[in-house]
């Protein structure tokens, strides 16, 4: 029924103006009621029988918060990994830096063999901080595992012999809704 419906007057019973004029009211009412529920409750309509192409972009918007949702909580756990790799790797790399200049100062010159010895040893603690700061964990995950995130990286087999137990896959996650970035850093990347 549209908003006013006109009323004949000519060659009409009473009994249908009354009917006309009735009915009339009856949907005006119930539109003021469906425009006091909208005032009143916020919501365009309260079903989605009511509006059905519009209830069908309001879930297709409401799907979409929803994995923008979920991709802002990535972004904040994968932006915490990448952030404690990125000091495991500075603490990696001020080391080798470190015993690189020790090396370097002690090779070709007139150094003592206790200078030498002293030098073998700062190695030796360094190779094994390089060990501690390979095997990292964060929350739960070795950080530079690869994809295989509970085995531990890097292992001692023998006199000065370190073994790589990870992979060199990447750990995905999604940065919009249809872009993927790399979540981690392989040990080989690292260490070379």
Known sequence: MTSITG???TRVSDQFVRSRLMAQVQFDQSELFRLQTQLSTGLRFGAPGEDPVAAGRVMSLQSLLERKAQVQTNLTTNQSYLTSSDVAMSRISNLVAEVRG???GVVGSTSSNEQR???ALQVEQAARQLLD???QKFRGRYLFAGSTTQTCPFEMVG????RYNGNEDE????SDIDLLFA???NGSDVFG
């Open 117 to 119: 010895n002293a030098v």
């Open 159 to 162: 006199d000065n012999i370190v």
């Open 183 to 185: 979540t981690n850093v």
């Open 7 to 9: 009323v004949p007057t």
């Open 133 to 135: 700061a390979g095997n």
């Open 102 to 104: 020790a090396a370097l």
């Open 171 to 174: 750990l995905l996650s999604y």
